[in-house]
Each structure stands twice: as C-alpha cells, then as structure tokens.
C-alpha cells in the first residue's frame, strides 16, 4: 500500500511541484487547500480536498480517515509587503493555522512535520553566506511568522514526539521541466516571472524597487534556486524523518547571488526582448543581500541542486510562461 503524504497548500507554485514528485516516487499525496491562491489546474481531480486550515473540525476528520504518515505543510501567505501592511492577515494564516494544523496532527497520531520556512527569518545578514545558525532577526511580519513556528516545534517535540524538519529556502524559481507545473501567482510578486511578462507583452515594464542599497550595482542581490532542486530536498527531508533522521533546520540555496539588474540582463539574453525597467523607491522590509549557505543539508542528507545556473532557471520558466497550461483545465 502507497503511504499517504498530506500536502497542505499542495495547489500552490512549490506545492504542486511537490506532489508530481511524490507521485512519481511511489507516494500517495493528498492534497489539503483553500484555493486562495492555489489553482485547481495544478490537481488532479483525486488528490484535493478543498479545506482551510482555520477549520480545525475538517482538518482532523481528514487527517483520522487518511491517516497520512507525514504532513509537508506550504500552506502560507508569503508576500513580503503584503504582511507589512496586513500583518494580522499573516500571523492568523501562517502562525495560527500553522498551529491549528500541528495539534490536529497530535490528536491523529501524525508525527512527522516538513515546514516550508524562509530565509526571511534571517533578517539583515551578519554574514554572508547565511549559515543556520545565523541569528533569527525577522525585518517583516512573513520573517517573524516563520521564526514563531520554527521555535515552537522542539517544544512540540519535547511534549509530543513531534518530529520535524524545517527548509528555509531563499528565492524560489523555474518551471517543473515537463511544462506542466509552473508559477502563477495573482498578484505576482516575484522578480523572474514578473520580468519574463515583460517580455511576453503581459506588462509594459519592470520596475526596480530600490537602486541605493550597498551593492556592486545598487540593487538587491538574491540566491535563486530551481523549483524542482527544492521539490527533491523536501522528499529528502521527509525520507530521512521516515527513516530516523534527527529533527533538523536546513538552508536551500545554490550559495550565488544575483543582483536585480544581472537577473533582467539575463533574461534579456533569454527572451530577445529589451524588457524596458523603471528605478522606483525601495520596498519595506528587503534586505539587501540574502545568499544562503546550504552546506549543510549538502553533507548530512546528500542534496544537491542540479539547475543552479541563472540562466537555465530563467529558460525553464520562460518555456512554462510560453506554454502555459493554466487555461486548459485541470491536469488529467
């Protein structure tokens, strides 16, 4: 019999990705999502359940009937600006749900935990590469949530047995490299995507939020890493919690940074189009620099990113945004 993976948030950009992959490795996801902002071309007609986290009843009928072995958990609200403007809005979704859902795991008998964290909890780097034990100095309410969850569960697992495993990745990117996962976030945030619907004639221009910051070329540096590098490390994470492996935090990242103007310029070799910019004021709570060191989820679970190079992370996402399938239905 297949064991069943709960995949909050499964409907989602990382999520969906996850869940091709735990299919193709012989797991049997479930997905667990409200639809905000996943999408239901990304599902299977099987594998959804439409449900909120906030809805505690549900959750744990679900989870009693299931009755998954691990639960991987990207079921967040993760826009930087958006929670410095609406941080209830953010510490009910990704704190309180968060909690809703580990003590509906408790009362299941579910005790294995992957959490998609962030590199948000870092704050402004004292160093760079940012190790894991790098002090936890949040400078947004997304940062801060993520830090509340993350000191939180050892003391689950001291009452509870609770094992887990938390990955904080840096900047997410790419296209599942079949075409048929991709990113498509409303309102879209991102920096790759939002460049590359410059270039397919989606928006006039890119605008670059902040020029001043103490960088080689005055913007924002940031350490980008394929989407399927980080599907394989949390099906890594999740083996090794099966398999015995300690709870642990681990860093994703491909240990290089990229500078807004280095990523457009790349993108500009990709697509041919001149992707016209505008400089604009900086955003609340962007560190200048974040480059991760992932060294050591490199020698304790053997992981490794195998689309670290900028300019293939940008051709992959560049195919999807030329072949996406988001009108075509859900997947078959």
């Known amino acids: 019999m297949k064991k069943v993976i709960?995949?909050?948030?499964?409907?989602?950009?990382?999520?969906s990705h996850v869940v091709k992959e735990l299919e193709r490795k012989g797991y049997q996801p479930l997905v667990y999502d409200n639809l905000s902002t996943g999408h239901r071309w990304a599902m299977k007609r099987?594998?959804?359940?439409?449900?909120?986290?906030?809805?505690?009843?549900?959750?744990?009928?679900?989870?009693?009937?299931?009755?998954?072995?691990?639960?991987?958990?990207?079921?967040?609200?993760?826009?930087?600006?958006?929670?410095?403007?609406?941080?209830e809005l953010y510490f009910r979704n990704n704190v309180i749900n968060t909690f809703n859902l580990l003590e509906a795991m408790l009362a299941s008998g579910v005790q294995y935990f992957i959490f998609s964290s962030s590199a948000a909890v870092y704050g402004n780097p004292q160093q760079v590469p940012i190790p894991e034990d790098h002090p936890l100095d949040p400078v947004n309410p997304y940062g801060e949530g993520k830090v509340v969850v993350e000191r939180?569960?050892?003391?689950?697992?001291e009452a509870h047995d609770l094992r887990h495993?938390?990955?904080?990745?840096?900047?997410?990117?790419?296209?599942?490299?079949?075409?048929?996962?991709?990113?498509?976030?409303?309102?879209?945030?991102?920096?790759?995507?939002?460049?590359?619907?410059?270039?397919?004639?989606?928006?006039?221009?890119?605008?670059?939020?902040?020029?001043?910051?103490?960088?080689?070329?005055?913007?924002c540096i940031r350490d980008y890493i394929h989407v399927t590098d980080l599907v394989q490390a949390h099906i890594l994470a999740m083996e090794a919690?099966?398999?015995?492996?300690?709870s642990r935090v681990y860093n994703l990242g491909n240990q290089r940074g990229f500078s807004v103007r280095e990523v457009i310029e790349v993108a500009r070799g990709v697509t041919g189009h001149p992707i016209p910019t505008k400089e604009s004021p900086r955003r609340p709570g962007d560190p200048p620099v974040l480059i991760a060191s992932s060294e050591r989820i490199k020698k304790e679970l053997g992981w490794k990113p195998h689309h670290d190079d900028l300019r293939t992370?940008?051709?992959?996402?560049?195919?999807?945004?030329?072949?996406?399938?988001?009108?075509?239905g859900p997947l078959c």
């Open 313 to 328: 992370i940008i051709e992959k996402a560049w195919r999807w945004i030329l072949t996406e399938k988001k009108d075509k």
């Open 241 to 246: 919690l099966l398999n015995g492996h300690p």
């Open 46 to 87: 099987d594998e959804l359940i439409e449900g909120d986290l906030g809805d505690k009843a549900h959750l744990q009928k679900i989870l009693h009937k299931e009755k998954p072995v691990a639960v991987m958990h990207f079921a967040a609200r993760s826009i930087v600006s958006e929670s410095v403007e609406r941080p």
């Open 152 to 157: 939180a569960l050892p003391w689950y697992e």
């Open 165 to 219: 495993i938390s990955l904080r990745y840096f900047n997410a990117a790419g296209a599942d490299p079949e075409g048929e996962l991709g990113e498509d976030h409303n309102p879209e945030t991102h920096l790759i995507p939002r460049v590359l619907e410059v270039a397919a004639m989606k928006r006039p221009l890119i605008e670059i939020y902040g020029t001043d910051y103490d960088t080689p070329d005055g913007t």
């Open 6 to 15: 709960l995949v909050t948030g499964g409907a989602g950009y990382i999520g």
